[in-house]
C-alpha cells in the first residue's frame, strides 16, 4: 500500500469543480514537491501539476494544484467527460529513498 | 518535440533476463534525469529507478535492488535497464521517462509491455 492516501472516487456533473486530497506524511509531503499525474486507460501518465502548483504550459487552467504541511490537493474546474480518468499524486519520500504515487483517483463526470 | 521510444519488451520466463532500451530525442538528454516508471494491469504507477545526468547518482525502488540495473549513454541520447532474476510480479509495462529535478516525470515514452510467465 502506498504512503500516500487518496480518496478511491469522485464524481461531478459537467462544469462542476472536483478536488482530489493527497495525504502523506513529514518524510514525503512534508520536505518534497508534490506532482499530479493524469492516467487515460491505455495511455502513459501525463504531468498536470509539478512543484506544488505549476502547470506545464500545455495544460489547461481549469487545472491547479496546492499543498499545505503534509498535504496536497488538486482541483478540477469546468469538469469536462474527457477529465474521466484516474489521477495520481507523486512525491520523493526521504525515508524511503524512493519517489512514491499515491493511491489514486477515479473521476467520474455525472 | 520530445520523443521518447522503448524498445526490447516480450514474454520472459521466470529467472530470466531482459535488457530495455530508450532512445530519446528532441531535448539535450545529457541535461535531464531519466526514471524507468511501470505500470501493472489494472494498477497505478510504480516508479522502478533514476539515474542523474551524469551516471552518477542512481536510485532504484526496494523490490528492484539486487536485480535491475539502469544506466545512460549521453552520446548515443539512450536509457537502459537491465532487468535480470525477473519475477512474475514485474510484468507491467515499462515507461521511459524525462524527469525534472528528479522531482516530476515530464514526459513519458509509449511503454513497452514486460510479461514474466512461464
Known amino acids: 500500500q502506498s504512503v500516500l492516501t487518496q480518496p478511491p472516487s469522485v464524481s461531478a456533473a459537467p462544469g462542476q469543480k472536483v478536488t482530489i486530497s493527497c495525504s502523506g506524511s513529514s518524510s514525503n509531503i512534508g520536505s518534497n514537491y508534490v506532482s499530479w499525474y493524469q492516467n487515460l486507460p491505455g495511455t502513459a501518465p501525463k504531468l498536470l501539476i509539478h512543484e506544488n502548483n505549476k502547470r506545464p504550459s500545455r495544460i489547461p487552467d481549469r487545472f491547479s494544484g496546492s499543498k499545505s504541511g503534509t498535504s496536497a490537493t488538486l482541483g478540477i474546474t469546468g469538469l469536462q467527460t474527457g477529465d474521466e480518468a484516474d489521477y495520481y499524486c507523486g512525491t520523493w519520500d526521504n525515508s524511503l529513498g524512493a519517489y512514491v504515487f499515491g493511491t489514486g483517483t477515479k473521476v467520474t463526470v455525472l | 518535440e520530445v520523443q521518447l521510444v522503448e524498445s526490447g519488451g516480450g514474454l520472459v520466463q521466470p529467472g530470466g533476463s531482459l535488457r530495455l532500451s530508450c532512445a530519446a530525442s528532441?531535448?539535450?538528454?545529457?541535461?535531464?534525469?531519466m526514471s524507468w516508471v511501470r505500470q501493472a494491469p489494472g494498477k497505478g504507477p510504480e516508479w522502478v529507478a533514476n539515474?542523474?545526468?551524469?551516471?552518477?547518482?542512481?536510485y532504484y525502488v526496494d523490490s528492484v535492488k539486487g536485480r535491475f540495473t539502469i544506466s545512460r549513454d549521453n552520446a548515443k541520447n539512450s536509457l537502459y535497464l537491465q532487468m535480470n532474476s525477473l519475477r512474475a510480479e514485474d510484468t507491467a509495462v515499462y515507461y521511459c521517462?524525462?524527469?525534472?529535478?528528479?522531482?516530476?516525470?515530464?514526459?513519458w515514452g509509449l511503454g513497452a509491455l514486460i510479461s514474466v510467465s512461464s
Open positions: 539515474i542523474k545526468q551524469d551516471g552518477r547518482e542512481i
Open positions: 528532441g531535448f539535450t538528454f545529457s541535461s535531464y534525469w
Open positions: 521517462v524525462r524527469t525534472e529535478d528528479s522531482s516530476s516525470f515530464d514526459y
